[in-house]
C-alpha cells in the first residue's frame, strides 16, 4: 500500500467514525459502490431497504442527499407557483393567444416534471442498487422534458415571425423529443463510459442534443438581418447566459469539484451535485421568465413582426 492509498484509507475510516458517531447515517465503505455520490462524498448516506414512509420522513433530516432533494422540490413549488401567475397574470395582461397559453404552459410542465422527477430520484434512489436504476431512468426522462421545454419556448419565440421554419423546428423538435425519450429505456444505458470517467454515453447524448441549440441561435440572427439587429443585440445575452450557466452546472457534475480536492468535506454541503442543481434550477427560472418577457414585447408591438421580415429580407444570408 501505497503511503497516499494509506492516507486516503485512514481518513476515509476517520470519517466513517464521525459519522457514525453522529448519527444512524453510513459511511460510502457500508455500501456497494452504487449508491455512493461519487467516490469522493466518504459520509452522510441514508441506509438501504428501508421503507418508502422512511424516505419521506428523511425529507426533513439532514443527510448527503437533502440539499438535492430540497433544490428540485422548491423548484417544483416556484414552478407550480409560476404556471399560475403565467397563465393567470401575465399573459391576460398583454392579450395572449391560446397558442402563447398552449406554448408557455407547456414549457412550464416540462420544467416541473424536470424538478419533481429529479427529487423523487433523490429521495428513493438509495434504497438498493435495482431502485436506484429505475429512479435515475424516470430522473433521466425528467431532464429530457426540462430540455424539450427550454426549446419549445426558444423556438417559439425565435421563429415568432417565420411560421414555416417555425414548423418545421418544431417537427425537429419532435423527433428529438422521441430519442430522447426512449434512451431510458436501453438496458446499457449505465454501462458505457468514457475512458474509465463517470461521463457515459448518455451524457454524450445530452452533450450532443445542447448542442443541437446553437443551429437554430445562429439561423434566429441570420433572419432578423445578422448581430448588429437591436432585437438580436437585447435576446442574444439572455441565450449565452442560459447556456453559461447550463454548462456551469455540466462542469460541476463532470469534474466532481469542489469535493475532489478535499475528499470528505463536502459530503453535506457544497458538493458538485448540489452546485448542478442549483445552477439548472437558475438557468430554468431565468429563461422561463425571460421568455415570457420576450412574448409581451412581441405582443404589444403590431408592427414587430413587419420590421422583422424587412430587415430579414435585406439579409446577405439566404434560405
Same mark, same amino acid.
Given at each position: 500500500m501505497t503511503k497516499g492509498t494509506e492516507y486516503e484509507s485512514k481518513k476515509v475510516a476517520a470519517n466513517c467514525h464521525n459519522s457514525r /458517531?453522529? /448519527?444512524?447515517?453510513?459511511?460510502?465503505?457500508?455500501? =456497494?459502490? =452504487?449508491?455512493? +455520490?461519487? =467516490?469522493? +462524498?466518504?459520509?452522510?448516506y441514508r441506509e438501504p431497504y428501508q421503507s418508502k414512509s422512511a424516505y419521506l420522513k428523511s425529507i426533513i433530516e439532514w443527510n448527503n442527499e437533502t440539499i438535492n432533494i430540497w433544490s428540485h422540490l422548491l423548484g417544483f413549488i416556484y414552478f407550480s407557483w409560476f404556471f399560475y401567475d403565467a397563465n393567470i397574470n401575465s399573459? #391576460?395582461?398583454?392579450?395572449?393567444?391560446? /397558442?402563447?397559453?398552449?406554448?408557455?404552459?407547456?414549457? &412550464?410542465?416540462?420544467?416541473? &416534471? %424536470?424538478m419533481l422527477l429529479s427529487a423523487t430520484y433523490h429521495i428513493f434512489g438509495c434504497a438498493s442498487v435495482k431502485e436506484r436504476k429505475r429512479w435515475l431512468r424516470y430522473d433521466i426522462f425528467g431532464i429530457s422534458a426540462g430540455l424539450i421545454s427550454i426549446y419549445l419556448s426558444g423556438i417559439y419565440l425565435a421563429f415568432f415571425c417565420f411560421e414555416e421554419w417555425r414548423?418545421? *423546428?418544431?417537427?425537429?423538435? %419532435?423527433?428529438?423529443?422521441?430519442?430522447?425519450?426512449?434512451? #431510458?429505456?436501453?438496458?446499457?444505458?449505465?454501462?458505457?463510459?468514457? *475512458?474509465?470517467?463517470?461521463?457515459?454515453?448518455?451524457?454524450?447524448? *445530452?452533450?450532443? &442534443?445542447?448542442?443541437?441549440?446553437?443551429? #437554430?441561435?445562429?439561423?434566429?440572427?441570420s433572419l432578423h438581418g445578422g448581430s448588429s439587429n437591436s432585437h438580436v443585440m437585447a435576446w442574444l445575452p439572455n441565450v449565452f447566459i442560459l447556456y453559461g450557466l447550463l454548462g456551469f452546472g455540466f462542469t460541476f457534475y463532470a469534474t466532481m469539484i469542489p469535493e475532489r480536492f478535499i475528499p470528505g468535506m463536502f459530503d453535506v454541503i457544497g458538493c458538485s451535485h448540489q452546485w448542478w442543481h442549483w445552477l439548472i434550477l437558475a438557468a430554468m427560472i431565468f429563461w422561463h421568465r425571460a421568455g415570457i418577457e420576450l412574448l409581451g414585447m412581441m405582443r404589444s408591438m403590431p408592427e414587430f413582426c413587419h420590421h422583422t421580415t424587412s430587415s430579414s429580407n435585406t439579409s446577405f444570408v439566404a434560405y
Amino acid at each position: 500500500m501505497t503511503k497516499g492509498t494509506e492516507y486516503e484509507s485512514k481518513k476515509v475510516a476517520a470519517n466513517c467514525h464521525n459519522s457514525r /458517531s453522529r /448519527s444512524h447515517l453510513l459511511c460510502k465503505t457500508q455500501l =456497494e459502490r =452504487e449508491l455512493w +455520490v461519487n =467516490e469522493f +462524498v466518504y459520509t452522510g448516506y441514508r441506509e438501504p431497504y428501508q421503507s418508502k414512509s422512511a424516505y419521506l420522513k428523511s425529507i426533513i433530516e439532514w443527510n448527503n442527499e437533502t440539499i438535492n432533494i430540497w433544490s428540485h422540490l422548491l423548484g417544483f413549488i416556484y414552478f407550480s407557483w409560476f404556471f399560475y401567475d403565467a397563465n393567470i397574470n401575465s399573459l #391576460p395582461r398583454f392579450a395572449a393567444l391560446i /397558442s402563447d397559453h398552449i406554448v408557455v404552459s407547456l414549457c &412550464i410542465i416540462g420544467a416541473q &416534471i %424536470c424538478m419533481l422527477l429529479s427529487a423523487t430520484y433523490h429521495i428513493f434512489g438509495c434504497a438498493s442498487v435495482k431502485e436506484r436504476k429505475r429512479w435515475l431512468r424516470y430522473d433521466i426522462f425528467g431532464i429530457s422534458a426540462g430540455l424539450i421545454s427550454i426549446y419549445l419556448s426558444g423556438i417559439y419565440l425565435a421563429f415568432f415571425c417565420f411560421e414555416e421554419w417555425r414548423t418545421n *423546428y418544431f417537427t425537429m423538435l %419532435c423527433g428529438l423529443f422521441i430519442f430522447i425519450t426512449y434512451l #431510458p429505456s436501453r438496458s446499457d444505458l449505465f454501462d458505457a463510459k468514457i *475512458y474509465g470517467s463517470r461521463i457515459g454515453y448518455l451524457h454524450l447524448a *445530452y452533450i450532443i &442534443i445542447a448542442a443541437f441549440g446553437i443551429c #437554430p441561435t445562429i439561423h434566429w440572427i441570420s433572419l432578423h438581418g445578422g448581430s448588429s439587429n437591436s432585437h438580436v443585440m437585447a435576446w442574444l445575452p439572455n441565450v449565452f447566459i442560459l447556456y453559461g450557466l447550463l454548462g456551469f452546472g455540466f462542469t460541476f457534475y463532470a469534474t466532481m469539484i469542489p469535493e475532489r480536492f478535499i475528499p470528505g468535506m463536502f459530503d453535506v454541503i457544497g458538493c458538485s451535485h448540489q452546485w448542478w442543481h442549483w445552477l439548472i434550477l437558475a438557468a430554468m427560472i431565468f429563461w422561463h421568465r425571460a421568455g415570457i418577457e420576450l412574448l409581451g414585447m412581441m405582443r404589444s408591438m403590431p408592427e414587430f413582426c413587419h420590421h422583422t421580415t424587412s430587415s430579414s429580407n435585406t439579409s446577405f444570408v439566404a434560405y
